[in-house]
Nanobody
């Protein structure tokens, strides 16, 4: 059975940092990434990493502040978030897909597996 389990969310002041972790079990994935959803808003892309090429992709809001990485030995993906802003407040979801094309990597509809989500709250 495939599972994605996130950890690392919490409450932090603006300008602070958090690191999210997502552990996958049951299989490995070529693309693993993060999306987030704030109250009343649609789920939006944050970052994704391609295992076969090591390539990373970020949303405009994440570029320069967030860094995605993976530990293949542990089948885990990490999201280091720095310089956090109140507008980063959301539930953060780990997502995974097994294809190698990476087409529409920013679209939630392209991802098959999802974690339960972890809350990130940034206070001003």
């Amino acid at each position: 059975q495939v599972q994605l389990v996130e950890s690392g969310g919490g409450l932090v002041q603006a300008g602070g940092s958090l690191r999210l972790s997502c552990a996958a079990s049951g299989r490995t994935f070529n693309f693993m990434g993060w999306f987030r959803q704030a109250p009343g808003k649609e789920r939006e892309f944050v970052a994704v990493i391609n295992r076969s090429r090591g390539a990373t992709y970020y949303s405009d809001s994440a570029k320069g502040r967030f860094a995605i990485s993976r530990d293949d030995a542990k089948n885990t993906v990490l999201l280091q978030m720095n310089s956090l802003k109140p507008e980063d407040t959301a539930v953060y979801y780990c997502a995974a897909r097994s294809d190698y094309s990476g087409i529409l990597y920013y679209s939630a509809a392209q991802y098959t597996y999802w974690g339960q989500g972890t809350q990130v709250t940034v206070s001003s």
